[in-house]
C-alpha cells in the first residue's frame, strides 16, 4: 500500500476551508487505498490552547496527524527560517519509522521548503500543493503589505519551492496561470479544484422555526446569509452597507451572519449604525455540526469579497457547500467566484466593492423566486460534475504513480535503491539552496 504523508501548515481539530479541504483530500485518498498521515508545523501549536509534547500524535475524526512541538520564535525571517528547519526535522524523525513512499506538501511555502528538504533528503518524490499566494493572503488580512520585503521574499520562496517540485497543484485556474507567468512549465502544474464531500449532503433539513423564532426571525421573511471567515476581503461590511438599500423594496429582509473572527467588532459596530440595526443578526460562532440548521433559515447565501490579487486568484470553499446545500448564491464578481458561479444558471454576481449592486442583485432573486429551483438544480449539478471531492482526488493517483514509477526506473537503472521506500541519502544541492 502506498504510503503518502501530506504536510500541513495546521489540521483539525480546529476550524477552517484549510482543515476542512485537507480533510476531504485524507479521507478521499483512503478511501482509494492510500495509506495517508499528516503533520503539521509548528504553527499548528500558536492555534491551540495546549501545545504537542516533541512526537506527538492526534487522531481526529480517524485521521493520524503528527504535530511538530514548538513555537516560532526569535526575528522575522530567522523565526521563519527556525520554523522551517524544525518541520524539515520532525519530518525526517516520523520518516525514519514509518517511511512515506512520497511526500505531499500543501502552501505555505513555509511547509513547502520544508517538506523539500526532507523529501531530497529521504530520496522520495516531492509533490508541492498551492491553495493561495500567502503573501496575497497577509495583505488581505491586513497582516502584510503588498511590495514590502517580506512580500517579496515569501513570493521568491514560494516560486522557488514551485520550480523544484517533482509535481505541483493549484487549487483554480488563477493560481495556475499566475504561476505559469512566473516562468513555471505549464505542463507541470494540475488543478485540483475546491470540493465537496457530497456524502454528507443530502436533502436540505426543513426550516428550523425554533432557531428562527430564537433569533427572532418571522416566518416567510427574506433571509440573506452570511456564512464564513471574518476576514476584510470577504465584504461583509458592504454586504451589512446593501441592507438598507435591499430594505426599501423588501422592508423584512434580515441578514444573518454565523460565525466570528478579526473584523467581528468592526462588522458589529457596522450593523448598529444601520438606520434599522435589528435588520442584521449576528449568531457568534457555530459548532460545525450545528451549521446546518443555519443553512435551514436563509433563502439567499452572500459573499461579497472585494476586489483583490487573493481574491481574483483564489476560490473559496463556502459558495460550493452553499450549493450543495441547495441554497441560492450570490457573490461578488471577482475572478475566485467567477471559477464557481456561472451568472444567472448557478447563481448570481455583482459588481465588487458596490454595496448598491449588492442590494440590487439580492432584490432581484427575491424577486424571483419562481426561478429558485432552477438554480438550486443548476447549482448541485455543478458541483457534482466538478467539485465532487470523491471524483477529483483521483487526479493525485495517476500523479502520484507517474512519479513513484519514475523513481523506481531511476533506482533500477543505477542498480541502487528501487524507490520503494526511503533512502538515507545526504542533503541535496537543492536542499543547501533553500537554506541559503
Not at 47 to 68: D, M, Y
Not at 135 to 159: P, Q
Not at 220 to 244: K, R, T
Request: with cysteine.
Amino acid at each position: 500500500m502506498t504510503r503518502v504523508l501530506h504536510v500541513l501548515d495546521h489540521s483539525l481539530p480546529l476550524h477552517s476551508g484549510y482543515t476542512f479541504r485537507t480533510r476531504a483530500i485524507l479521507k478521499a485518498q483512503e478511501a482509494a487505498g492510500l495509506d495517508v498521515r499528516a503533520i503539521t508545523g509548528q504553527r499548528h501549536e500558536t492555534e491551540i490552547e495546549e501545545r504537542s509534547a516533541p512526537g506527538a500524535v492526534e487522531t481526529v475524526e480517524g485521521l493520524t496527524f503528527h504535530r511538530t512541538a514548538g513555537v516560532p520564535s526569535g526575528p522575522i525571517l530567522l523565526s521563519e527560517f527556525r520554523e522551517m528547519g524544525a518541520l524539515t526535522r520532525s519530518i525526517q524523525t516520523l520518516a525514519r519509522d514509518w517511511r512515506p513512499d512520497l511526500i505531499h506538501a500543501h502552501s505555505p511555502a513555509l511547509c513547502g521548503g520544508a517538506a523539500l528538504q526532507a523529501a531530497r533528503a529521504l530520496g522520495v518524490p516531492f509533490v508541492y500543493e498551492i491553495r493561495a499566494f500567502w503573501e496575497d493572503a497577509a495583505v488581505g488580512n491586513k497582516t502584510g503589505r503588498e511590495g514590502s520585503l517580506v512580500y517579496r521574499l515569501t513570493r521568491a520562496l514560494e516560486t522557488q519551492v514551485a520550480k523544484r517540485a517533482d509535481a505541483l497543484f493549484t487549487i483554480c485556474d488563477g493560481l495556475r496561470g499566475d504561476l505559469i507567468a512566473r516562468g513555471l512549465d505549464p505542463a507541470k502544474i494540475d488543478v485540483m479544484p475546491n470540493g465537496v464531500d457530497l456524502s454528507l449532503f443530502g436533502d436540505p433539513p426543513p426550516r428550523d422555526a425554533a432557531l428562527g423564532e430564537a433569533l427572532g426571525i418571522a416566518p416567510g421573511a427574506p433571509v440573506i446569509g452570511y456564512i464564513g471567515s471574518f476576514y476584510d476581503y470577504e465584504g461583509v461590511d458592504d454586504l451589512i452597507a446593501a441592507m438598507p438599500l435591499l430594505r426599501q423594496t423588501h422592508p423584512d429582509a434580515r441578514l444573518v451572519i454565523v460565525g466570528a473572527g478579526e473584523m467581528d467588532a468592526d462588522w458589529r459596530a457596522a450593523a448598529a449604525a444601520l438606520p434599522d440595526p435589528e435588520a442584521v443578526i449576528f449568531t457568534g460562532r457555530v459548532p460545525h455540526a450545528e451549521v446546518a440548521r443555519y443553512y435551514s433559515l436563509i433563502d439567499v447565501l452572500a459573499y461579497p469579497r472585494k476586489a483583490s490579487r487573493l481574491t481574483d486568484l483564489v476560490t473559496p470553499l463556502k459558495p460550493l457547500e452553499a450549493m450543495a446545500q441547495r441554497r441560492i448564491v450570490a457573490a461578488s464578481h471577482v475572478g475566485g467566484h467567477r471559477e464557481l458561479i456561472e451568472d444567472g444558471v448557478t447563481g448570481a454576481l455583482f459588481e465588487p466593492d458596490n454595496p448598491a449592486a449588492c442590494a440590487a442583485t439580492l432584490a432581484r432573486l427575491l424577486d424571483a423566486r419562481e426561478g429558485w429551483e432552477a438554480l438550486r438544480e443548476a447549482g448541485v449539478a455543478r458541483v457534482r460534475e466538478r467539485h465532487d471531492w470523491a471524483r477529483n482526488a483521483e487526479r493525485y493517483l495517476s500523479v502520484y504513480q507517474a512519479l513513484l514509477t519514475n523513481l523506481k526506473r531511476k533506482g533500477e537503472a543505477a542498480g541502487g535503491h528501487d524507490g520503494s521506500r526511503p533512502s538515507s541519502a545526504g542533503p541535496s544541492a537543492e536542499q543547501h539552496s533553500l537554506r541559503a
